[in-house]
T-cell receptor, first 114, second 112 residues
Framework: AQSVTQLGSHVSVSEGALVLLRCNYS??????LFWYVQYPNQGLQLLLK??????LVKGINGFEAEFKKSETSFHLTKPSAHMSDAAEYFC????????????FGQGTELSVKP | EPEVTQTPSHQVTQMGQEVILRCVPI?????FYWYRQILGQKVEFLVS????????KSEIFDDQFSVERPDGSNFTLKIRSTKLEDSAMYFC??????????FGPGTRLTVT
């Protein structure tokens, strides 16, 4: 069965610093991988996704993630953090490699200090 | 931009009562989902729905839960007899074939 592990339940960076949120997955089939962001009192918004093809995927708000099959990782990065990036970030894998049932990681709360 | 909507945003109910959580998926989407997030825990899959029937359900989705798409636009989750441990944020999601899921803003259910 698929699973997702996010290292670090809370990450704090300074404004302008690199953001790195870690995600490792296990999957018995080629995975579809997603990063979602949840701002306070809001739903889940898709940041980016990997299905097939290019392993470096770019998303909204300057975020990107790289699929590394050998490391079973899909880490999320942003070169320069903004205060508005403060939110909870969830990595997820689609169990049926069609975009269906999502298995989520436990989430990483990102804080951005001025 | 089309979006998934959910009502109510917050529902308070007493233990043992029935609740219905409502969702309006994006209009041309074909696949529908419910997830829940207990405070401080991860988002968990409850059920998927396609072609007017349940495709898959989790262990959480026992006989107390049911889903329905009564009129081609709404997608509902019913909990027949709520328990304290049903208190959570419930998210509805929808998608097209082969595409990503779009989530609604959630309904916070509080069972007292």
């Amino acid at each position: 069965a698929q699973s997702v592990t996010q290292l670090g339940s809370h990450v704090s960076v300074s404004e302008g610093a690199l953001v790195l949120l870690r995600c490792n997955y296990s999957s018995s089939v080629p995975p579809y991988l997603f990063w979602y962001v949840q701002y306070p009192n809001q739903g889940l918004q898709l940041l980016l996704k990997y299905t097939t093809g290019a392993t470096l995927v770019k998303g909204i708000n300057g975020f990107e993630a790289e699929f590394k099959k050998s490391e079973t990782s899909f880490h999320l990065t942003k070169p320069s953090a903004h205060m508005s990036d403060a939110a909870e970030y969830f990595c997820a894998v689609s169990e049926d490699n069609q975009g269906g049932k999502l298995i989520f990681g436990q989430g990483t709360e990102l804080s951005v200090k001025p | 931009e089309p979006e998934v909507t959910q009502t109510p945003s917050h529902q308070v109910t007493q233990m043992g009562q029935e609740v219905i959580l409502r969702c309006v998926p994006i209009s041309n989407h074909l696949y529908f989902y419910w997830y829940r997030q207990i405070l401080g825990q991860k988002v968990e899959f409850l059920v998927s729905f396609y072609n007017n029937e349940i495709s898959e359900k989790s262990e959480i989705f026992d006989d107390q839960f049911s889903v329905e798409r009564p009129d081609g636009s709404n997608f509902t989750l019913k909990i027949r007899s709520t328990k304290l441990e049903d208190s959570a944020m419930y998210f509805c999601a929808s998608r097209l074939a082969g595409a990503e899921q779009y989530f609604g803003p959630g309904t916070r259910l509080t069972v007292t």
